[in-house]
């Protein structure tokens, strides 16, 4: 790839980190970037393994998605090079933001994770989080594995609908 054009795809992720100000996952990530005819595969992976390595993004897996965020030094090199950008991308990331911007929260919101205290004995903890800050967390104590991982299944697929249910019952 020419040196222009890594240098326009490497914006066009940090400025989509950026604007978003939360994780994204690599399935919306590459949505756009893919279908949009942005790049291909390879360079794609290329791209955000450069990233990574140069420390402007970082990556988390969770619940087998793979997370990006950007970095404090992502952020430098944005505000640096952001004039490079050109407005019509921006208003393609914006546009893709806008259009998808539920099923992006959705990404990372509603999430779960659960440990191990002690032999056939776990914690699960159930959270939500607006904006990367935590607005709702429960810890539920589980006997297996297979019971943790189940409460993180079903918290995945319904927190977002009992959140706000739960809100409601805690105010009236």
């Not at 390879?42 to 990006?68: A, C, M, P, R, V």
């Not at 990372?108 to 994770?113: E, P």
């Not at 607006?130 to 589980?142: D, S, V």
Request: net charge negative; proline share 2%.
């Amino acid at each position: 790839m020419l040196r222009e054009t890594v240098l326009l795809y490497r914006l066009t992720i940090l400025y989509m980190l950026h604007r978003v100000n939360y994780p994204i996952s690599y399935n919306s990530l590459s949505s756009f970037l893919l279908e949009g005819d942005f790049t291909d595969y390879f360079n794609l992976q290329q791209l955000l393994g450069e990233l990574l390595d140069d420390g402007y993004i970082s990556k988390e897996e969770f619940h087998g998605k793979t997370l990006f965020s950007i970095t404090e030094s992502g952020e430098a090199s944005f505000d640096l090079l952001s004039r490079e950008l050109s407005p019509s991308i921006k208003a393609d990331v914006d546009r893709f933001i806008k259009e998808n911007n539920m099923e992006l929260r959705d990404d990372i919101s509603v999430r779960s994770k659960y440990y191990s205290n002690d032999i056939d004995n776990y914690t699960v903890n159930l959270f939500i989080e607006e904006a990367g800050e935590k607005i709702m967390e429960l810890n539920i104590k589980a006997s297996s594995t297979t019971e943790a991982e189940k409460y993180c299944t079903k918290w995945m697929q319904s927190g977002s609908r009992l959140y706000p249910m739960i809100l409601n019952e805690l105010m009236n």
